[in-house]
């Protein structure tokens, strides 16, 4: 199985800081990866897809990299609605998997 | 525009199966695929497994062979988990999702004697 190691855990950040998020493959997914945000008690919403496009309707602000093992959110001004529960999900192989999250919370 | 409805909470004994469904609309059902992902109280997310509702096809994450079953009725539109032999650790949030794009509203499925 393919394990997604994301860091960090959390962070506290205030509005208009650029954060960054990481998640490492255990090996190589090509671009097969997504990135979700996570508000209490909601389901995940899609960020990112194919590790560095833009899902239609998502603020700019919001970015990917990567490709291989090793890959990258940016947020490049974090907004009030921006805290919340960060995740990768890797689909390039089964079983698919998450990373462990990444908590953002208000400094 | 799309929608997936799932079914209403439950409450299961241990060792009691629970049934959950999903319904969609809004775009063609059997053109793709469906997975299920859950998350327990402060937990990170778990794909369980997924089906490819056009042909059926199935994958499920090994902790769970031979526990869960994902089905489909595509005359219904309708997407199914069923999880037995429930222990405690199965208390979660139940959801579906359409390419991990579209997502249910989640099923609260709590496991306590």
């Known amino acids: 199985d393919i394990q997604m190691t994301q860091s960090p855990s959390s962070l506290s950040a205030s509005v208009g800081d650029r954060v960054t998020i990481t998640c490492r493959a255990s090996q190589g997914i090509r671009n097969d990866l997504g990135w979700y945000q996570q508000k209490p008690g909601k389901a995940p919403k899609r960020l990112i897809y194919?590790?560095?496009f833009l899902q239609s309707g998502v603020p700019s602000r919001f970015s990917g990299r990567g490709s291989g093992t090793e890959f990258t959110l940016t947020i490049s001004s974090l907004q009030p609605e921006d805290f919340a529960t960060y995740y990768c999900l890797q689909h390039n192989s089964y079983p698919l998997t998450f990373g462990g999250g990444t908590k953002v919370e208000i400094k | 525009q799309v929608h997936l409805v799932q079914s209403g909470a439950e409450v299961k004994k241990p060792g009691a199966s629970v049934k959950v469904s999903c319904k969609a609309s809004?775009?063609?059902?059997?053109?793709?695929?469906i997975h299920w992902v859950r998350q327990a109280p402060g937990q990170r997310l778990e794909w369980m497994g997924c089906?490819?509702?056009?042909?059926?096809?199935?994958e499920y994450l090994q902790k769970f062979q031979g526990r869960v079953t994902i089905t489909r009725d595509t005359s219904a539109s309708t997407a199914y988990m069923e999880l037995s032999s429930l222990r405690s650790e199965d208390t979660a949030v139940y959801y579906c999702a359409r390419e991990f794009v579209d997502w249910g509203q989640g099923t609260l499925v709590t496991v306590s004697s």
């Open positions: 194919a590790a560095s």
């Open positions: 089906i490819n509702a056009g042909n059926g096809n199935t």
């Open positions: 809004g775009y063609s059902f059997s053109s793709y695929t």
